[in-house]
């Protein structure tokens, strides 16, 4: 049957029954509520997509979370000093223990005031500079130490050879003189020869001057002296 | 509906304009009492406005519309006791009194009219109503009372024939 089967002529009765409406108080009330009613869901909804936003830019905010081999490590690199004798290949890194001491401050799960992580990271990372600075003028210091050492021990060396080359030819009564003077440097031997010239010794002084002339051959001796 | 849904106020008004005089004489002709159809009336459109949230087009807005109408007033012919069967013979309908205003105004085809249509069973006058008043065809009506299309189909015929007949009847 379907549509077709409409009869006009009970349409037409039904249409003389008339058209009534609701009243008018009645359709203010509907649409007053359907207007107040989104506001509803809307305010909920505004304070849900704050607090989302909200808690989404504080998580991006939020430092890189260490991972628990920087948080193990952490601690005993701010606890322990290291001693100023450290070896090079530490010092060598100086920003890898600070990068874990920020961290470890970071981490650290200290249920304190807020500025109390900071204050503990700023403490621990000026602990940190101060060992390193220590650490640093230290190795430079031992550095030096160390060239110092090694010039002594050439002047030494230097110096050790002149009497074992000055012992061969000692037979003399003035060997043990000689021997004496040979530890001198050349300039300090021939001021000692002038010296003995002054004093009016001429023998001493020109055999001196002989064994003097046997070690230093090629050594320019001054005129006053020869 | 859909922008209802999404916060324009403003596409509720043309809703409810559109469709706030059919569903009206619905009700009001559905349970015969106007002080009973405009409180019916105004939880029906509450209901909607409460459940917009859930609209989704899967039918026309009149078929969820009266789908949520047909709830509502079995609802309330439930919590009254009334059971509603589906009657097909003529002599249930017989028994039904007519309204008294129509008879005291004099207008005596409208009178017969109105009496036919407050005397069918309350599935078939669903359904002559859901047809004539909202225009609706026998899949929206089955769609909306839960009701095979056969059975409205059924439902409107008897209907049809039963105001027919009151009408020849003057």
Known sequence: MAETERDEKVSAGYRALGSEEPPRALDDAILAASRRSPARWRVPLSIAAVLVLAVGVTLRMLPPQPDAESIALAPQVIETPRPASAPPAQLAQPAKPKEQAKLAARAAPVPEPAAAPAVAGAAAENRMRSEVARSAAADSARRDEARAGARLESRATAEASAPRAAAAPAASAAQGMLAKKSELSPEAWLARIAELRKQGRAKEADESLAEFRKRYPDYKIPETLR | ?170
């Open chain 2, 1 to 170: 509906m859909l922008a209802y849904r999404q916060g324009d106020a403003g596409a509720f008004e043309g809703l409810y304009a559109r469709h706030k005089g059919p569903l009206f004489r619905f009700v009001l002709r559905s349970v015969k009492e106007r002080a009973l159809a405009e409180e019916l009336y105004q939880e029906i459109w509450m209901r909607v406005i409460e459940a917009r949230g859930r609209y989704s087009v899967q039918a026309k807005f009149t078929t969820w519309l009266y789908t949520i109408a047909h709830h509502r007033i079995t609802d309330h012919w439930r919590k009254r006791g009334l059971q509603l069967v589906d009657v097909s013979d003529a002599d249930a309908v017989g028994h039904r009194s007519f309204e008294p205003e129509a008879r005291a105004e004099g207008r005596q085809e409208i009178a017969r009219f109105s009496a036919a249509l407050a005397g069918l069973p309350e599935l078939q006058r669903e359904t002559f109503l859901l047809h004539e008043e909202a225009g609706m065809t026998l899949a929206e009506i089955a769609a909306a009372t839960g009701a095979t299309e056969e059975a409205a189909k059924s439902r409107l015929r008897y209907a049809l024939a039963r105001l027919r007949e009151a009408m020849e009847d003057g």
